[in-house]
């Protein structure tokens, strides 16, 4: 079955920082999905990429998609509080979404 | 509201005693799914479902079992609780396209004591 792992595990960042979080997966990617989950509530969709080179971009978060790598980025500018939680991201395997392990972010003053 | 419902959002139950979870949408979605979130093991799916009276296993469907009658409802049962039952439900679903990935219920926290 296909792994996903998610790196850094957990990350703080003063307000204003750029920061990345990076999915690798065990076999080929053929779409990606990211996920932001607050704290004690559910997941939310952020972006899907289906291309290899595709990118992605919501506001200042931004996400690449390298299937030579089989490793996708997600990239935030100048963080914010409201930018604080889980993210997630998740790859097809079989009929369901396959999650990476989450990596959180905490965003200090 | 359109969307996806769990119920209940808390619960506390006895080990050894019979538990269901229920999830409504109302988007009209054909596939669902359950899924467990635990520290150190992130999400894992218990249970799918690709159309009415239609389900199939996950990586953990050991100690539970799935029904769905009705398109927008997808009930998980827990047959006989035990304390490793004890996480975040979350139920989820998504339409004919993959494109927008799956919509999340809010989760149903469950403690098995």
């Known amino acids: 079955s296909q792994e996903l792992e998610q790196s850094p595990q957990s990350l703080i960042v003063q307000e204003g920082k750029n920061l990345t979080i990076n999915c690798t997966s065990s076999k080929t990617l053929y779409g990606l999905y990211w996920y932001k989950q607050k704290y004690g509530e559910g997941l939310i969709f952020l972006m899907m990429l289906q291309k290899g080179g595709e990118e992605k971009s919501h506001e200042k978060i931004t996400a690449k998609l390298d299937e030579k790598k089989q490793q996708s980025s997600l990239h935030i500018t100048a963080s914010q509080p409201s930018h604080a939680g889980i993210y997630l991201c998740g790859a097809y395997s079989g009929y369901a979404l396959n999650f990476g392990k989450g990596t959180s972010l905490l965003v200090t003053p | 509201d359109a969307g996806i419902t769990q119920s209940p959002r808390h619960k506390v139950t006895e080990t050894g005693t019979p538990v269901t979870l229920r999830c409504h949408q109302t988007e009209n979605h054909r596939y669902m799914y359950w899924y467990r979130q635990d520290p150190g093991h992130g999400l894992r799916l218990i249970h799918y479902s690709y159309g009415v009276k239609d389900t199939d296993k996950g990586e953990v469907s050991d100690g539970y079992s799935v029904s769905r009658s009705k398109t927008e409802d997808f009930l998980l049962t827990l047959e006989s609780a035990t304390s490793s039952q004890t996480s975040v439900y979350f139920c989820?679903?998504?339409?004919?396209?993959?494109?927008?990935?799956?919509?999340f219920g809010s989760g149903t926290r469950l403690t098995v004591v």
């Open positions: 989820a679903s998504r339409g004919a396209s993959s494109n927008y990935g799956y919509t």
